[in-house]
């Protein structure tokens, strides 16, 4: 199987699940309530909800240009640059939902052309403090993209279900629902 038929399918599936919760959250909560949540941490010392949305976003769209072997497009800075400053500027739930739905866009057209790449192919992957990670890019698929970009995903997922949104196992894995036997779903 090749890496972007993991990644591209993982990062639709659950960046549209992100943008369903949000949906719930706009819904189900009164409106300062609802956007108050953008600005939600787990723990004083983690991004809020608004920046884990951001940086989801980032994570895939990093995943899949790093596989292309392209330099990450412009979009990325804007992403980190609206995250890091999330905690003063939280933006709203629309705006939030606005970036999701330009980063499916955009990981969508990625996954139409992917180069069939070497899993065993070196990969360098640099953090901003220095870090220098050697990998393969099945490593750096399975060890990092998938990983960053699920962390990001679960501290969204916990900062609305801790903020009074009705979030529960169904909404996480809304999309295996397509796979359900017919006849084996429960009724009540």
Not at 36 to 58: G, I, N, W
Not at 103 to 115: G, H, S
Request: charged share 25%; glycine share 6%; net charge negative.
């Amino acid at each position: 199987m090749h890496l972007t038929n993991i990644l591209a399918p993982t990062y639709l599936q659950m960046l549209g699940a992100l943008s369903a919760w949000l949906s719930k959250a706009a819904e189900q909560l009164p409106e300062a309530e609802a956007e108050a949540l953008l600005s939600k941490r787990l723990a004083d010392d983690m991004f809020p909800l608004a920046t884990q949305v951001r940086f989801s976003c980032v994570q895939a769209l990093e995943g899949m240009h790093r596989l292309r072997e392209e330099d990450l497009p412009p979009l990325v800075d804007e992403l980190l640059t609206e995250g890091r400053n999330a905690g003063e500027q939280p933006g709203t739930i629309a705006d939030a939902r606005a970036r999701i739905d330009q980063v499916l866009t955009e990981v969508r057209k990625l996954a139409e052309d992917m180069p069939a790449g070497d899993e065993d192919r070196k990969l360098e992957h640099a953090l901003p403090m220095g870090i220098v990670f050697d990998l393969t890019a099945a490593q750096y698929a399975r060890d990092w993209a998938l990983g960053q970009f699920y962390f990001h995903i679960m501290i969204a997922y916990a900062i609305m279900r801790a903020g009074g949104v009705d979030l529960g196992k169904a909404d996480y894995v809304a999309h295996m629902f397509q796979y359900v036997r017919p006849g084996t779903m429960p009724t009540a």
